[in-house]
T-cell receptor, first 112, second 111 residues
Framework: GQNIDQPTEMTATEGAIVQINCTYQ??????LFWYQQHAGEAPTFLSY????GLEEKGRFSSFLSRSKGYSYLLLKELQMKDSASYLC?????????????FGTGTRLKVLA | DGGITQSPKYLFRKEGQNVTLSCEQN?????MYWYRQDPGQGLRLIYY???????QKGDIAEGYSVSREKKESFPLTVTSAQKNPTAFYLC??????????FGPGTRLTVL
């Protein structure tokens, strides 16, 4: 079946580094995405991995291992504004159509 | 500015009433999507449209209907057949990296 797992909640300190893990099971993997969602707002796109390896984008990096069904989002130099939910999503191909499967999100609290 | 707009931001409905949520985009994207988000759950796909005049049911389409008569517009109707319609509804379109661009969302409450 299709499934995405990520921790429910994490806490980190301002200025630190935090790694949010995501494991997935899909039948037709076609890309993994990370989104940031502040409370009461819409998700915004952070990063995209389709091949194995690390993608770096400023303070945010995302890693993918397709053989392990595993990804992580790395946030460096944490700021208070990084307090948000982080959604892991997989684009899945099935019978010629593409759909996105979302995890439940990891709520990150950044403490001063 | 290009983007996706949804209206209204907050919507209240009495039980037994149909209601239509608006979604408009000027990003020239072909594919558009409707999700609902409930506390403690991931985004769940209601309907999606790969191109104008075509749409498919998602994982939780029962009690909902859509139309895609124009590329820019993908309205969602929540019918009285939807058993638990109170939720946060998000419309999205697909960008060049296959990423989703989301509208600001509509929070529907059934009274």
């Amino acid at each position: 079946g299709q499934n995405i797992d990520q921790p429910t909640e994490m806490t980190a300190t301002e200025g630190a580094i935090v790694q949010i893990n995501c494991t997935y099971q899909t039948s037709g993997f076609n890309g993994l995405f990370w989104y940031q969602q502040h409370a009461g707002e819409a998700p915004t796109f952070l990063s995209y991995n389709v091949l194995d390896g690390l993608e770096e984008k400023g303070r945010f990096s995302s890693f993918l291992s397709r053989s392990k069904g595993y990804s992580y989002l790395l946030l460096k130099e944490l700021q208070m504004k990084d307090s948000a939910s982080y959604l892991c999503a997989v684009r899945d191909q099935n019978t010629g159509t593409y759909k996105y499967i979302f995890g439940t999100g990891t709520r990150l609290k950044v403490l001063a | 500015d290009g983007g996706i707009t949804q209206s209204p931001k907050y919507l209240f409905r009495k039980e037994g009433q149909n209601v239509t949520l608006s979604c408009e985009q000027n990003l020239n994207h072909d594919a558009m999507y409707w999700y609902r988000q409930d506390p403690g759950q991931g985004l769940r796909l209601i309907y999606y449209s790969q191109i104008v005049n075509d749409f498919q049911k998602g994982d939780i389409a029962e009690g909902y209907s859509v139309s895609r008569e124009k590329k820019e517009s993908f309205p969602l109707t929540v019918t009285s057949a939807q058993k638990n319609p109170t939720a946060f509804y998000l419309c999205a379109s697909k960008g060049s990296l296959n990423e989703q661009f989301f509208g600001p969302g509509t929070r529907l409450t059934v009274l």
